[in-house]
């Protein structure tokens, strides 16, 4: 990838999670590079999003890779994943705000099924397994249950306010104890 290109993809990574709806023209100007130029690199608005898509995925699978998920308990590896999740999401905040309008390219579909939430699912079989996680709820049910909640938590501005660590402290708490104050 060309400097040019990075500049592009932190760029618009930064603009897009401040407003959604920047325009090319906007990218463009933030980047300090003409029109000409970013339309060069990425003709399109979808082949931005696509290249976005794509760093996103990169950066939250180093996370995870980074976590160890596979090496600590069930409710560990929930922690960490959440850090992990948490400290990427909020600079890729545009794809919550548009899922059903963005459909990445099957190739980036399955890099990120692959590469994210394959290690997402074995932590959720293993917890299901050892009795960390109720058995009556199944592997893709906890993934939507947890996704939603990291999607509150990002929407809510949760990571900004709390810190990372803190943000996903609460959220393994709330997702593994429910709601009730701990006595």
């Known amino acids: ?3 040019t ?3 592009i993809i932190a760029t618009a990574t930064r603009v897009l999670a401040q407003r959604p709806d920047a325009s ?3 990218i463009a100007g ?3 590079i003409g029109r000409a130029t970013l339309y060069r690199y990425f003709p399109t608005r979808e082949h931005l999003l696509d290249a976005l898509h794509t760093a996103a995925t990169e950066e939250l699978a180093a996370q995870i890779d980074d976590a160890g998920l596979e090496r600590v308990s069930v409710p560990e590896g929930l922690r960490r994943l ?3 999740v948490l400290a990427v999401a909020d600079h890729y905040v545009i794809f919550l705000a548009m899922p059903d309008s963005y459909d990445p390219p099957d190739a980036a579909r399955d890099a ?3 590469r994210v939430e394959a290690p997402v699912r074995a932590l959720f079989e293993r917890g299901i397994a050892d009795g960390t996680l109720r058995p009556e709820l199944d592997v893709p049910m906890y993934v939507r249950l947890l996704a939603a909640t990291i999607v509150a938590a990002v929407e809510s501005g949760l990571p900004r306010t709390a810190g ?3 943000a996903a402290a609460l959220v393994t708490s709330l997702f ?3 709601a009730g104050v701990k006595r």
């Open 176 to 178: 593994l104890d429910g």
């Open 5 to 7: 290109e990075a500049t």
């Open 30 to 32: 933030a980047a300090g």
């Open 82 to 84: 959440l850090r992990a």
């Open 24 to 26: 090319m023209i906007d």
């Open 112 to 114: 990120a099924s692959e």
């Open 164 to 166: 990372v660590e803190d």
């Open 1 to 3: 990838m060309s400097r």
